[in-house]
Structure formats: structure tokens, C-alpha cells
């Protein structure tokens, strides 16, 4: 059975206005979401919010290794994501899903922040005895930079291509693709289906977040996505927030949202 990739952004889970503060409610609530659905074979990939972000932000970690400081902005950066997961992780655990933190700096590689090398064999052999990995965005070592951050959007897309997944969900703080930032613009109408074309030529126009994010808001999951949809799989954008949706979007109900694609069911 192929795996179903969720990815949680880092403002659902977390606080990105206070560093270090996770969202507990929301967290637990997800996480009884994803223990009712009882997806068979299930990979997670959180983002970093407001433990990864600023401190990768401080530091400069995405631009790539300058100076000496930034090592120790590179080890505050992976604590930080190893807390968040942790966080997470110990949740699913509590509602019985066989989670496992899994660090993405050390099955992965990045050449100028492109993955170049990832280790999968450890993710396949826990998803045939089911077990759940979860994994983060991370600062990792690059090729070409010394050192950058992975975001979790890339890292769920790769693992959606290696693992030959169907169905990928992005859990997002707003109701998906929309026509202008609904944060700031309250005129800004949800797009319920974008096909290959369409977001294609959407992806230069897509506002990024508004809040610190060396990722890119939503500009980049809608980037990142893309390969996704030229090869055939599913892609849902779907409020995290909003209790159920996460639910039903892993079961295949209908659920409010953005679908991205041309031939789907």
C-alpha cells in the first residue's frame, strides 16, 4: 500500500509570534485526528515555526556556512526542531500511534539546498511494520553551502516521489489556495481546484508569509509542489486548524479545501 505523506506547517503547531511556544491544544487535537483515521501507512513531516524559524533566521543558516558563529546557531536551530518533534511525537504516542522522531540532518543531504542524497531504507522498513515516522524540517549539511535549512515542504515532496505515495496533505492556517492572502485581504476567495496549468503559472504571483518563515509561506509549499502534480499524485491543502479537516482529508472525505491537479477522483 503506498504511504500518505501529511505535512503540518510549523503555524499550526506552533506560536509563530512567541519563540519556542507550542500550540499544546492544537497538537493534541492532531493528533487525535490522525489516531481516528487509521491510515495504514503513514509518514509525517512537520514544519518549524517558532522553534526552527527565528533561530535559523538569527543565525542565517539558510544563506550557507560564513562564519564561525553560525555553529552554534546551527546546533540551537536542530535542538530546537528535536524539541518540537519530540513534542509532537509524544502526543501521537499518548493516543497509540507507533510514532518515530526521525532526524532529518542525519538520512539527508542537500547540494545549494536541493536534497542530493536522502537514506530511505530505514523510513520503508518502518512503514511495512507500520510504524510512523516523523519527520521535521531541519538544518542539514549541504554540499555546496556547507550547511542550509531543508524545509519541511521539500522533504515531504521527496518523500512523496521516493516512497511512491498517492495522496499528500498540507495542513496549513488558512482553507488552502486563495486568490490573495485571506490574512490580509478579507475579499480573497478559495480556489477549490488548481489544475497543472494554473498553478504552474500561479507560482510567481503567490504571496509568501507574512510572519518570519525562511521557507517561504505558502509561495514555497505551492512551489515544492509542483513535481507532485506533473507526476499524478494527489495534493490537498487543507485548513489544519479547523478540527476534522486533517481527519478527513487522510479518510478521503470531502473536506473544505484546495486540490491540486487535473485528473482526480
Not at 536541493?114 to 530505514?122: A, G, Q
Not at 510567481?204 to 508569509?209: A, D, N
Not at 478540527?243 to 487535473?262: F, I, M, Q, S, W
Amino acid at each position: 500500500m503506498n504511504p500518505v505523506i501529511l505535512k503540518l506547517g510549523g503555524s499550526v503547531i506552533t506560536d509563530k509570534s512567541k519563540p519556542m511556544t507550542p500550540k499544546q491544544g492544537e497538537i493534541e487535537r492532531l493528533a487525535r485526528e490522525i489516531a481516528l483515521a487509521h491510515v495504514e501507512r503513514l509518514v509525517i513531516v512537520h514544519g518549524g515555526g517558532s522553534y526552527g524559524h527565528p533561530l535559523a533566521k538569527k543565525y542565517k543558516i539558510a544563506e550557507g556556512y560564513e562564519n564561525r558563529k553560525q555553529l552554534l546557531g546551527f546546533s540551537l536551530t536542530r535542538e530546537a526542531m528535536v524539541t518540537l518533534n519530540q513534542i509532537v511525537v509524544d502526543q501521537l504516542i499518548r493516543r497509540n500511534v507507533p510514532s518515530v522522531g526521525v532526524q532529518p540532518s542525519a538520512i539527508a543531504t542537500t547540494q545549494n539546498g536541493r536534497i542530493n542524497r536522502i537514506e530511505l531504507d530505514p523510513l520503508r522498513r518502518m512503514l511495512e511494520l507500520r510504524l510512523v515516522p516523523v519527520l521535521y524540517g531541519d538544518a542539514v549539511l549541504d554540499a555546496k553551502l556547507g550547511f542550509t535549512i531543508l524545509s519541511g515542504d521539500q522533504l515531504a515532496v521527496e518523500l512523496a516521489l521516493s516512497l511512491g505515495s498517492n495522496l499528500v496533505v498540507f495542513g496549513v492556517d488558512v482553507d488552502g489556495l486563495c486568490t490573495a492572502d485571506p490574512k490580509a485581504d478579507p475579499a480573497a476567495r478559495l480556489l477549490e481546484t488548481v489544475g497543472r496549468e494554473q498553478l504552474e503559472a500561479m507560482v510567481s504571483s503567490i504571496g509568501g508569509s507574512r510572519t518570519p518563515d525562511v521557507t517561504g509561506g505558502m509561495k514555497g509549499k505551492v512551489r515544492e509542489a509542483l513535481p507532485l502534480v506533473r507526476r499524478g499524485i494527489k495534493v490537498h491543502i487543507v485548513n489544519a486548524c479547523s478540527p476534522e479537516n486533517v481527519y478527513k482529508a487522510l479518510v478521503g472525505r470531502k473536506v473544505r479545501g484546495t486540490v491540486l491537479g487535473d485528473k482526480l477522483e
